[in-house]
């Protein structure tokens, strides 16, 4: 375990720890993984992250394992199901807009093979680097996330505003948005130059 100090989040919240240090920034090019991380960071508006993170396993039981083509099949009976779940995030809006979304996205892939690559076409298929020195320095939107929001919600997707957009860049590891104090940051920039090449 590595010392608090090294780390760019100051928590004392294991859940949080782990998802810093095992998740948060690495590169992810599965589509259900980046599916889920949309569809959190979608329910996280208007709540804490730290919240999403503990109702998160009952959201993906909920979610079928955030599985788009599951989902897409979800009927409004369903819908109301998942409303009345312990454990989940008890939102229509963003229930709705979830099932939405997973339709959505198997069109995606019919049209560009895979969600993965429209999604990483924002950063041109490579992780951006911010080199970031304090927290202050973290922006809550950027021109890729705006373009990346603007994208998506022509296409008809929800909760997907630019700030959504840029935290889930930040949970993807679209870009290293790990501070360059942190353990982390080498650690995530090393991985990106090797799946680079």
């Given at each position: 375990?590595?010392h608090?100090?090294?780390?760019c ?6 859940l949080y720890?782990?998802y810093?240090?095992e998740e ?10 980046l ?42 009976t369903d ?27 198997l069109q995606?892939q ?9 999604i990483?076409?924002?950063v ?7 080199v ?10 950027t ?14 997707f ?9 935290a889930?860049?930040?949970?993807v ?5 790990h501070?360059t ?12 130059k090797?799946?680079?090449?």
């Amino acid at each position: 375990m590595q010392h608090l100090s090294t780390r760019c989040w100051s928590t004392q919240n294991p859940l949080y720890i782990t998802y810093h240090d095992e998740e948060w920034g690495v590169p992810v090019h599965d589509d259900t993984k980046l599916f889920e991380l949309l569809t959190l960071e979608g329910f996280q508006a208007g709540l804490t992250w730290e919240l999403i993170l503990i109702r998160r396993e009952a959201l993906k039981s909920a979610f079928a394992g955030f599985n788009p083509k599951t989902m897409a099949e979800f009927s409004e009976t369903d819908a109301q199901d998942i409303l009345n779940k312990p454990g989940v995030i008890r939102n229509k809006a963003k229930i709705n807009a979830a099932i939405k979304n997973a339709q959505i996205l198997l069109q995606i892939q019919n049209e560009f093979g895979s969600f993965d690559k429209f999604i990483w076409q924002f950063v041109n298929g490579k992780p951006l680097d911010q080199v970031l020195k304090a927290m202050s320095d973290m922006p809550a939107e950027t021109d890729e996330s705006r373009e990346m929001s603007k994208e998506l919600k022509r296409r008809g997707f929800k909760f997907v505003g630019p700030v959504i957009c840029y935290a889930f860049m930040q949970a993807v590891g679209m870009v290293n948005d790990h501070l360059t104090s942190c353990f982390r940051y080498k650690q995530i920039q090393k991985t990106n130059k090797t799946h680079i090449q």
